[in-house]
């Protein structure tokens, strides 16, 4: 079983609906995080927590929330999707801030 | 300044050959230097890393060449091989930034067989 699983893979939804990616973690790691991947831009933080009661914005959280419901699980909402928050978003995990655990990643588009 | 600016963006390269990717970066303060190798469909999964106290870490055919006093930091890949064909991230992480990771745009490889 994966250590570092986000539902749903793929998505697709319309300009102004909710939306909410969730990660889930088997690796024990207090630090998870969520990132979005554009092509030629990399990755870019969205949010990050260092545990349950810990929750930080990253370089880009405009239009984003993020809840920590336990310390395996990190969810990431849109409250009213654009379309330029189509792209593939990443969940990861880590013990300290060196290597990073990602998980397989959701596809997202908002038309 | 928190940029790491990475090139090319795109790479092609024979089988055999050598890859190599250059990644610079601004922010004295970064402390680790990981490269990230990422294959279609798949998450970032950590390559080989460095710290700047060292010049050269290899890894079978992976090496991290470090220039710190040019603040600038390569991934060389030695025979590369048709399943090296991936994107690759330079990033860079510091305590005093709080163990954020600041991530490069990545380059596509593709080693032609």
């Known amino acids: 079983d994966a250590d570092v699983t986000q539902t749903p893979r793929n998505r697709i939804t319309k300009t102004g609906k909710r939306i909410m990616l969730e990660c889930s973690q088997t690796?024990?790691?207090?630090?998870m995080y969520w990132y979005r991947q554009d092509p030629g831009l990399g990755l870019r933080l969205i949010y990050y927590s260092f545990d349950v009661k810990d929750i930080n914005k990253g370089e880009i959280s405009d239009g984003y929330s993020v809840s920590r419901q336990a310390q395996a699980k990190f969810s990431l909402s849109l409250e009213s999707a654009i379309p330029n928050q189509t792209a593939l978003y990443f969940c990861?995990?880590?013990?300290?801030?060196?290597?990073?655990?990602f998980g397989p990643g959701t596809r997202l588009t908002v038309l | 300044q928190q940029q790491v600016k990475q090139s090319p963006q795109s790479l092609i390269v024979q089988k055999g050959g050598i890859s190599i990717i250059n990644c610079a970066y601004e922010n004295t303060a970064f402390d680790y230097f990981p490269w990230y190798q990422q294959f279609p469909g798949k998450g970032p999964a950590l390559l080989i890393a460095?710290?700047?106290?060292?010049s050269e870490k290899k890894e079978g055919r992976f090496t991290i060449s470090f220039n710190k006093s040019a603040k600038q930091f390569s991934l060389h890949i030695m025979d590369s091989q048709p399943g090296d064909s991936a994107t690759y991230f330079c990033?860079?992480?510091?305590?005093?930034?709080?163990?954020?990771?600041?991530f490069g745009a990545g380059t596509r490889l593709f080693v032609k067989a």
């Open positions: 460095i710290r700047p106290d060292v």
């Open positions: 990033a860079a992480s510091s305590r005093s930034g709080g163990f954020k990771t600041i």
């Open positions: 690796k024990g790691h207090d630090r």
């Open positions: 990861a995990t880590s013990v300290t801030s060196n290597e990073q655990f």
